[in-house]
Nanobody, 113 residues
């Protein structure tokens, strides 16, 4: 059974840091690239990070480039999204997603003073 277990969300002040984790189960994790998306209420879903199967290449949109870092550990079947210098506009529910496989339930990140 395919499962995505996300954790690490929470409340953080502007300028702070937060790390998210996504454990993927039920398929061969190392065979797939992984994406991280976010969606805020009333806004479209936004792709914030992509990492290749081996973890040797990553892509970010301009909105998070230089602040977010995606990584993965194929032995632990886990992807990580490290976020720093967070801004109120980063507030959203964050999802890990594997194309053609599925995505997690999401974890809420709120950036507020």
């Amino acid at each position: 059974q395919v499962q995505f277990l996300e954790s690490g969300g929470g409340l953080v002040q502007p300028g702070g840091s937060l790390g998210l984790s996504c454990v993927a189960l039920g398929f061969t994790f190392s065979d797939y690239a992984m994406n991280w998306y976010r969606q805020a209420p009333g806004k479209e879903r936004e792709l914030v990070a992509t990492i290749t199967r081996a973890g040797d290449n990553t892509v970010y949109p301009a909105s998070v480039h230089g602040r977010f870092t995606v990584s993965r550990d194929n032995v632990k079947n886990t992807s990580y999204l490290q976020m720093r210098n967070l801004k109120p506009e980063d507030t959203a529910k964050y999802y890990c997603d594997v194309p053609q496989i599925g995505r997690g339930q999401g974890t809420q990140v709120t950036v507020s003073s």
